[in-house]
């Protein structure tokens, strides 16, 4: 049965955890981890994690499963994971659709090639994730600067990934917002593209401009007002799902950070109330 995350998440860094036991913000319904960040702590930090997930839902955003490498999955890792999610109670794990392993490790999140090839291989170790997991993943529409290889569009491959895995979609706003500007396309008709039925929560976040059509993914700013609009839109277009607030680096004081959350808080009553009249 899947877990009713509620509608606000916000990105738990370990810089806020001491705020989150001490003073935990009722408007906050879930919490986000990267489960590589936490899964060999022991110790004082341990015990707080235990702590906040016997309290609070949490769900877990992969960095390192690399679902496009051409290398073997570890399994070593994803029974770590199983075990992990497990003894956490994890609502929801979800993995971005990129690689970033090879013959080593990469540390950082590269593109896919979009070709009918990657779909079918990428789909795959999805399905073998899922399997090994036995839970279904989602994931992530990532933000990327260049498409070597590519044979079809960002949106063709990121639909026939969903469709050949048979899994769930986390959908990042800010990234298909990064995406169009620095690619060139519609970021209406992307967001209208995605399929309604597989979406089980998103990402807002920050990002960096570097120049008129060059934006970075960075995570580290508040929430620009055209991303904001596109949440609008993707509500109206989806209706409200859960939404979660990225913020990686630069963050600000507790309060100043659920302010920001609260601008998601109050686009989905809108839009909530919107639908409940139609």
Known sequence: MAVQLGNLGLGLRREMV????????????FYEVAPENWLKFGGKLAKQFQALTQQHTFICHGLSLSLGSPAPLDREFLSQLKTFFNQHNIATYSEHLSYCSGEGHMYDLMPIPFTEEAIYHTAKRIRAVQEHLERRIAVENVSYYAAPGQ??????????VLAEADCDLLLDVNNIYVNAINHGYDAEQFLAAMPTERIVYGHIAGHYVEAEDLLVDTHGAEVSSPVWDLLEKAYELHGVFPTLLERDFNIPP???LLAEAGQISAIQAKYAKRLEQV
Do not use: I, R, Y
């Open 18 to 29: 001491d705020d989150v036991l001490n003073a935990p913000p009722k408007q906050v319904d």
């Open 151 to 160: 044979e079809m569009s960002e949106l063709e491959f990121t639909l026939g």
């Open 254 to 256: 507790m309060a100043e």
